[in-house]
Protein backbone atom coordinates (compact mmCIF):
# COMPACT_ATOMS: atom_id res chain seq x y z
CA UNK A 1 0.00 0.00 0.00
CA UNK A 2 1.17 3.73 -1.11
CA UNK A 3 -0.27 5.54 1.48
CA UNK A 4 -0.56 4.78 5.17
CA UNK A 5 -3.95 4.16 6.18
CA UNK A 6 -3.59 6.74 8.60
CA UNK A 7 -2.80 9.45 5.95
CA UNK A 8 -5.80 7.55 3.67
CA UNK A 9 -7.96 7.91 6.86
CA UNK A 10 -7.03 11.65 7.56
CA UNK A 11 -7.88 12.57 3.73
CA UNK A 12 -11.13 10.59 3.29
CA UNK A 13 -12.49 11.98 6.98
CA UNK A 14 -11.66 15.72 5.73
CA UNK A 15 -13.08 15.09 2.24
CA UNK A 16 -16.19 13.57 3.24
CA UNK A 17 -16.85 16.09 6.39
CA UNK A 18 -16.70 19.01 3.60
CA UNK A 19 -18.61 16.84 1.09
CA UNK A 20 -21.94 16.17 3.64
CA UNK A 21 -21.34 19.88 5.53
CA UNK A 22 -22.14 20.91 1.62
CA UNK A 23 -18.89 22.45 0.72
CA UNK A 24 -18.64 23.60 -2.41
CA UNK A 25 -14.89 24.74 -3.00
CA UNK A 26 -12.37 23.17 -0.17
CA UNK A 27 -8.69 22.69 -0.34
CA UNK A 28 -7.17 19.57 -0.26
CA UNK A 29 -3.29 19.96 -0.74
CA UNK A 30 -2.09 23.12 0.44
CA UNK A 31 1.30 24.33 -1.75
CA UNK A 32 3.86 26.42 0.26
CA UNK A 33 6.76 27.82 -1.49
CA UNK A 34 8.69 29.34 1.17
CA UNK A 35 11.62 30.40 -1.63
CA UNK A 36 12.21 30.18 -4.89
CA UNK A 37 15.83 30.09 -5.25
CA UNK A 38 16.94 26.54 -6.00
CA UNK A 39 20.41 24.95 -6.58
CA UNK A 40 19.28 23.71 -10.05
CA UNK A 41 18.26 25.59 -13.35
CA UNK A 42 15.69 22.78 -15.16
CA UNK A 43 14.81 23.58 -18.64
CA UNK A 44 11.29 23.17 -18.08
CA UNK A 45 11.24 24.71 -15.18
CA UNK A 46 9.22 28.24 -14.75
CA UNK A 47 9.71 29.02 -10.90
CA UNK A 48 12.96 30.35 -10.71
CA UNK A 49 13.48 32.90 -13.39
CA UNK A 50 13.15 36.07 -11.18
CA UNK A 51 15.93 38.35 -10.10
CA UNK A 52 18.13 38.28 -7.29
CA UNK A 53 15.98 40.22 -4.95
CA UNK A 54 13.04 38.24 -5.56
CA UNK A 55 15.33 34.99 -5.27
CA UNK A 56 16.98 35.86 -2.02
CA UNK A 57 13.52 36.59 -0.13
CA UNK A 58 12.15 33.86 2.21
CA UNK A 59 8.92 33.19 4.23
CA UNK A 60 9.28 32.65 7.66
CA UNK A 61 8.39 29.96 9.51
CA UNK A 62 5.63 31.91 11.48
CA UNK A 63 4.11 32.98 7.97
CA UNK A 64 4.41 29.43 6.88
CA UNK A 65 2.47 28.32 9.95
CA UNK A 66 -0.07 31.38 10.06
CA UNK A 67 -0.80 30.26 6.59
CA UNK A 68 -1.41 26.71 7.11
CA UNK A 69 -3.49 27.29 9.70
CA UNK A 70 -5.46 29.82 7.95
CA UNK A 71 -5.87 27.19 5.19
CA UNK A 72 -7.05 23.96 6.72
CA UNK A 73 -5.80 21.79 3.94
CA UNK A 74 -4.41 18.38 5.88
CA UNK A 75 -1.97 17.86 3.61
CA UNK A 76 1.19 20.40 2.65
CA UNK A 77 3.41 20.01 -0.09
CA UNK A 78 6.65 22.29 0.10
CA UNK A 79 7.94 22.59 -3.46
CA UNK A 80 10.22 25.41 -4.43
CA UNK A 81 12.62 26.57 -5.50
CA UNK A 82 14.73 23.99 -3.58
CA UNK A 83 13.29 23.96 0.03
CA UNK A 84 16.72 22.25 1.84
CA UNK A 85 18.05 25.71 0.74
CA UNK A 86 15.97 27.55 3.39
CA UNK A 87 17.85 28.17 6.71
CA UNK A 88 14.81 27.53 8.71
CA UNK A 89 12.83 24.91 6.84
CA UNK A 90 13.80 22.08 9.80
CA UNK A 91 11.90 24.70 11.96
CA UNK A 92 8.78 25.28 9.25
CA UNK A 93 8.57 21.41 9.01
CA UNK A 94 8.17 20.59 12.93
CA UNK A 95 5.74 23.51 13.02
CA UNK A 96 3.77 21.94 10.78
CA UNK A 97 4.00 18.32 12.13
CA UNK A 98 3.35 19.51 15.37
CA UNK A 99 -0.23 20.76 13.88
CA UNK A 100 -0.54 16.68 12.19
CA UNK A 101 -0.48 17.91 8.86
CA UNK A 102 1.07 15.49 6.28
CA UNK A 103 3.96 17.19 4.80
CA UNK A 104 5.76 16.22 1.07
CA UNK A 105 8.94 17.89 1.37
CA UNK A 106 10.23 18.18 -2.57
CA UNK A 107 13.69 17.90 -3.23
CA UNK A 108 15.96 18.10 -5.63
CA UNK A 109 18.40 15.87 -3.02
CA UNK A 110 21.64 17.58 -3.72
CA UNK A 111 21.77 18.22 -0.01
CA UNK A 112 19.87 15.77 1.16
CA UNK A 113 22.16 13.47 3.07
CA UNK A 114 23.72 16.04 5.06
CA UNK A 115 20.46 17.86 6.01
CA UNK A 116 18.93 14.72 7.07
CA UNK A 117 19.79 15.27 10.82
CA UNK A 118 18.22 17.96 11.13
CA UNK A 119 14.82 16.14 10.67
CA UNK A 120 13.05 13.66 12.75
CA UNK A 121 11.55 10.26 10.85
CA UNK A 122 7.46 10.79 11.84
CA UNK A 123 4.61 9.25 9.54
CA UNK A 124 3.70 12.87 8.58
CA UNK A 125 6.92 13.63 7.09
CA UNK A 126 7.87 12.44 3.31
CA UNK A 127 10.87 13.20 1.54
CA UNK A 128 9.56 13.66 -1.94
CA UNK A 129 11.88 13.64 -4.28
CA UNK A 130 12.51 15.06 -7.87
CA UNK A 131 13.48 12.07 -10.55
CA UNK A 132 12.59 12.50 -13.81
CA UNK A 133 13.46 9.40 -14.76
CA UNK A 134 16.85 6.47 -15.61
CA UNK A 135 19.90 8.57 -15.21
CA UNK A 136 20.32 9.42 -18.65
CA UNK A 137 17.26 11.16 -18.66
CA UNK A 138 17.40 12.85 -15.14
CA UNK A 139 20.79 14.55 -15.67
CA UNK A 140 19.38 16.04 -19.01
CA UNK A 141 16.17 17.17 -17.56
CA UNK A 142 17.97 18.65 -14.61
CA UNK A 143 20.42 20.25 -16.76
CA UNK A 144 23.48 18.65 -14.78
CA UNK A 145 25.84 15.08 -14.73
CA UNK A 146 25.86 13.87 -11.73
CA UNK A 147 22.46 15.04 -9.99
CA UNK A 148 20.57 11.23 -10.45
CA UNK A 149 23.52 9.58 -8.48
CA UNK A 150 23.67 11.76 -5.74
CA UNK A 151 19.75 11.51 -5.58
CA UNK A 152 19.63 7.99 -5.61
CA UNK A 153 22.68 7.82 -2.78
CA UNK A 154 20.49 10.40 -0.61
CA UNK A 155 17.24 7.99 -1.18
CA UNK A 156 18.81 5.10 0.14
CA UNK A 157 20.35 7.06 3.18
CA UNK A 158 16.41 8.85 4.22
CA UNK A 159 15.22 5.32 3.68
CA UNK A 160 17.73 3.75 6.17
CA UNK A 161 17.35 6.47 8.72
CA UNK A 162 13.36 5.72 8.95
CA UNK A 163 12.13 8.36 6.93
CA UNK A 164 9.42 7.95 4.36
CA UNK A 165 10.79 8.51 0.76
CA UNK A 166 8.16 8.87 -2.69
CA UNK A 167 9.17 10.35 -5.96
CA UNK A 168 8.01 13.03 -7.67
CA UNK A 169 8.49 13.07 -11.80
CA UNK A 170 7.56 15.15 -14.73
CA UNK A 171 7.18 14.14 -18.30
CA UNK A 172 7.39 15.81 -21.07
CA UNK A 173 7.50 14.84 -24.92
CA UNK A 174 9.84 13.25 -25.50
CA UNK A 175 9.46 10.45 -22.77
CA UNK A 176 10.16 6.55 -23.96
CA UNK A 177 7.82 4.47 -22.52
CA UNK A 178 9.85 1.69 -21.89
CA UNK A 179 12.65 3.81 -20.52
CA UNK A 180 10.26 4.94 -17.84
CA UNK A 181 8.98 1.52 -17.05
CA UNK A 182 12.54 0.78 -16.35
CA UNK A 183 12.40 3.62 -14.31
CA UNK A 184 9.51 2.61 -12.35
CA UNK A 185 11.38 -0.60 -11.67
CA UNK A 186 14.55 1.27 -10.16
CA UNK A 187 12.61 3.12 -8.02
CA UNK A 188 10.70 0.41 -6.49
CA UNK A 189 13.97 -1.73 -6.18
CA UNK A 190 15.33 0.97 -3.86
CA UNK A 191 12.37 0.83 -1.61
CA UNK A 192 10.77 4.18 -2.29
CA UNK A 193 6.76 4.00 -0.63
CA UNK A 194 5.15 4.87 -3.82
CA UNK A 195 6.05 7.46 -7.40
CA UNK A 196 3.93 10.35 -8.12
CA UNK A 197 4.02 11.34 -11.61
CA UNK A 198 2.36 14.34 -13.75
CA UNK A 199 3.30 15.89 -17.55
CA UNK A 200 4.56 19.09 -17.21
CA UNK A 201 2.76 22.09 -16.82
CA UNK A 202 3.92 24.51 -20.21
CA UNK A 203 5.63 27.59 -18.51
CA UNK A 204 5.77 30.65 -20.11
CA UNK A 205 8.90 31.69 -18.38
CA UNK A 206 10.77 27.97 -19.15
CA UNK A 207 13.82 28.08 -21.40
CA UNK A 208 12.42 25.08 -23.31
CA UNK A 209 9.24 26.11 -24.45
CA UNK A 210 9.49 23.23 -27.38
CA UNK A 211 9.17 19.55 -24.89
CA UNK A 212 5.63 19.95 -22.98
CA UNK A 213 2.65 17.51 -24.13
CA UNK A 214 -0.33 18.02 -25.63
CA UNK A 215 -3.42 16.34 -24.09
CA UNK A 216 -3.45 13.77 -27.16
CA UNK A 217 -0.37 13.04 -26.57
CA UNK A 218 -0.32 12.99 -22.77
CA UNK A 219 -3.42 10.41 -23.28
CA UNK A 220 -1.63 8.29 -25.60
CA UNK A 221 2.39 8.41 -23.60
CA UNK A 222 -0.05 7.82 -19.94
CA UNK A 223 -1.80 5.03 -21.84
CA UNK A 224 1.75 3.43 -22.59
CA UNK A 225 3.19 4.02 -19.41
CA UNK A 226 0.35 2.55 -17.43
CA UNK A 227 -0.79 -0.75 -19.45
CA UNK A 228 -0.10 -3.78 -18.41
CA UNK A 229 0.88 -2.36 -14.45
CA UNK A 230 3.33 -4.62 -12.27
CA UNK A 231 2.59 -5.27 -9.14
CA UNK A 232 5.32 -3.95 -7.72
CA UNK A 233 5.07 0.01 -8.93
CA UNK A 234 3.22 2.09 -5.82
CA UNK A 235 1.83 5.52 -6.95
CA UNK A 236 1.21 7.83 -4.00
CA UNK A 237 -2.28 9.40 -6.02
CA UNK A 238 -5.53 8.80 -6.66
CA UNK A 239 -5.76 6.06 -9.15
CA UNK A 240 -8.49 7.45 -11.00
CA UNK A 241 -5.88 10.58 -11.33
CA UNK A 242 -4.07 8.11 -13.25
CA UNK A 243 -7.15 6.63 -15.46
CA UNK A 244 -7.46 10.40 -16.70
CA UNK A 245 -4.17 10.83 -18.02
CA UNK A 246 -4.60 7.48 -19.76
CA UNK A 247 -7.31 9.25 -21.35
CA UNK A 248 -10.03 6.62 -19.45
CA UNK A 249 -11.73 9.69 -17.33
CA UNK A 250 -12.68 13.30 -17.85
CA UNK A 251 -12.63 15.63 -15.42
CA UNK A 252 -12.53 19.66 -15.07
CA UNK A 253 -10.22 21.55 -13.21
CA UNK A 254 -10.54 22.02 -9.20
CA UNK A 255 -7.76 24.83 -9.16
CA UNK A 256 -8.28 25.71 -5.72
CA UNK A 257 -8.10 22.32 -4.50
CA UNK A 258 -4.27 22.94 -4.38
CA UNK A 259 -4.25 26.30 -3.15
CA UNK A 260 -0.42 28.45 -3.56
CA UNK A 261 1.18 30.41 -0.98
CA UNK A 262 4.26 32.06 -1.75
CA UNK A 263 6.30 35.24 -0.69
CA UNK A 264 4.06 37.21 -2.94
CA UNK A 265 0.75 35.69 -0.97
CA UNK A 266 -2.23 34.00 -2.02
CA UNK A 267 -1.27 33.33 -5.65
CA UNK A 268 -4.45 33.48 -7.76
CA UNK A 269 -6.03 30.52 -9.30
CA UNK A 270 -3.80 27.79 -8.90
CA UNK A 271 -0.07 26.53 -8.13
CA UNK A 272 1.04 26.68 -11.88
CA UNK A 273 -0.92 29.99 -13.13
CA UNK A 274 -0.38 33.70 -11.85
CA UNK A 275 -2.81 35.57 -12.20
CA UNK A 276 -2.14 38.23 -9.29
CA UNK A 277 -2.08 37.70 -5.86
CA UNK A 278 -4.07 38.03 -2.29
CA UNK A 279 -3.20 38.71 1.07
CA UNK A 280 -5.70 36.31 2.91
CA UNK A 281 -6.92 32.48 2.21
CA UNK A 282 -10.72 33.61 2.49
CA UNK A 283 -9.90 36.50 -0.49
CA UNK A 284 -8.27 33.21 -2.51
CA UNK A 285 -11.77 31.11 -2.27
CA UNK A 286 -14.25 34.12 -2.39
CA UNK A 287 -12.93 36.32 -4.41
CA UNK A 288 -11.64 34.86 -7.18
CA UNK A 289 -13.57 34.17 -10.82
CA UNK A 290 -12.93 30.31 -10.65
CA UNK A 291 -15.21 29.86 -13.54
CA UNK A 292 -12.32 31.82 -16.07
CA UNK A 293 -10.23 28.97 -15.28
CA UNK A 294 -9.90 25.12 -16.75
CA UNK A 295 -9.25 24.04 -19.71
CA UNK A 296 -11.40 25.42 -22.76
CA UNK A 297 -11.85 28.51 -20.76
CA UNK A 298 -8.20 29.83 -20.72
CA UNK A 299 -5.67 29.65 -22.98
CA UNK A 300 -2.81 28.87 -20.24
CA UNK A 301 -4.96 25.76 -19.11
CA UNK A 302 -5.58 24.50 -22.55
CA UNK A 303 -3.44 21.35 -22.50
CA UNK A 304 -2.78 21.17 -18.90
CA UNK A 305 -3.35 18.03 -17.33
CA UNK A 306 -1.20 18.72 -13.75
CA UNK A 307 -1.70 16.51 -10.60
CA UNK A 308 -2.29 20.20 -8.86
CA UNK A 309 -5.36 21.16 -10.78
CA UNK A 310 -6.84 17.67 -11.18
CA UNK A 311 -6.12 15.22 -8.33
CA UNK A 312 -8.52 17.07 -6.04
CA UNK A 313 -11.28 16.53 -9.34
CA UNK A 314 -10.21 12.64 -8.90
CA UNK A 315 -10.20 12.75 -4.99
CA UNK A 316 -13.95 14.70 -5.20
CA UNK A 317 -15.14 12.11 -7.25
CA UNK A 318 -14.37 9.34 -4.86
CA UNK A 319 -16.00 11.20 -2.13
CA UNK A 320 -19.05 12.77 -3.69
CA UNK A 321 -20.81 9.49 -6.09
CA UNK A 322 -20.84 5.85 -5.38
CA UNK A 323 -19.52 5.72 -9.08
CA UNK A 324 -16.34 7.42 -7.80
CA UNK A 325 -15.83 5.21 -4.89
CA UNK A 326 -16.24 2.26 -6.38
CA UNK A 327 -14.06 3.18 -9.34
CA UNK A 328 -11.62 4.11 -7.14
CA UNK A 329 -11.88 0.80 -5.31
CA UNK A 330 -11.26 -1.27 -8.61
CA UNK A 331 -8.90 0.44 -10.16
CA UNK A 332 -6.98 -0.02 -6.63
CA UNK A 333 -7.44 -3.22 -6.41
CA UNK A 334 -7.21 -4.01 -10.14
CA UNK A 335 -5.60 -1.71 -12.10
CA UNK A 336 -5.28 -3.58 -15.01
CA UNK A 337 -8.97 -3.82 -15.78
CA UNK A 338 -10.46 -2.29 -18.41
Known amino acids: MSVPVSQMYTVAHYALSQHLRGVKRYPLVMMLEP ?10 CGKIQYPD ?11 CLAAADECGAPIVSIPGGEPLIHPEMPAIVEGLVRRKKYVYLCTNAILLERK ?17 GLKEEHDHAVCRDGVYDVAVKAIKAALAKGFR ?16 RRFFDEMMELGVEGMMISPGYSYEKAPDQHSFLSRERTHSLFAQLLAQRKRSWQFNQSPLFLEFLMGKREYECTPWGNPTYNIFGWQRPCYLLQDGYVSTFRELMEETEWERYGSGRHEQCRDCMVHCGYEASA ?23 V
Open 35 to 44: LFRCNLECAG
Open 53 to 63: HILNRRLTPEQ
Open 116 to 132: LQDYTPSKYLTFSIHMD
Open 165 to 180: VTTNTTLFNDAAPARV
Open 315 to 337: VKDTFSSWGGFFGTVRATLFPNA
